[in-house]
């Protein structure tokens, strides 16, 4: 699904994107809205982060002056790539699979842990 148009984004900064998606309980279809943190690495690479911390859920945002994700609720903190750098946090931020068509950032399922 199109989560936003890569002119938009500017290089390593987190952008907190709005987006809608269909999901489907047995014969149900329900559009949804939803939001994902974008990060613009290169001219075509961008990453996509679940707006969840990987500890209990909460949403977490993006501070400027530290430079980091920020989880209210625990204190987790992540980098601009999702990397744990300190807190409760078990794991990096989750990632959405993402790929650029067109000039339009779309989102695929979350990827699993290695």
Request: with cysteine.
């Amino acid at each position: 699904m199109d989560a936003t148009d890569l002119s938009k984004l500017s290089d390593n900064t987190p952008e907190e994107v709005v987006f809608r998606r269909n999901r489907v309980d047995g014969w149900k279809v329900t559009s949804e809205k939803a939001t994902a943190w974008v990060v613009k690495k290169g001219p075509d690479q961008v990453i996509a982060f679940a707006p969840q911390c990987t500890h209990l859920g909460c949403a977490y945002h993006w501070d400027d002056g530290s430079h980091t994700f920020i989880c209210p609720c625990h204190t987790s903190a992540f980098a601009v790539d999702g990397k744990v750098l300190s807190g409760p946090a078990p794991r990096p931020l989750d990632r959405y699979e993402v790929k650029i068509d067109g000039g339009k950032v779309q989102l695929g399922p979350l990827e699993p842990h290695a």
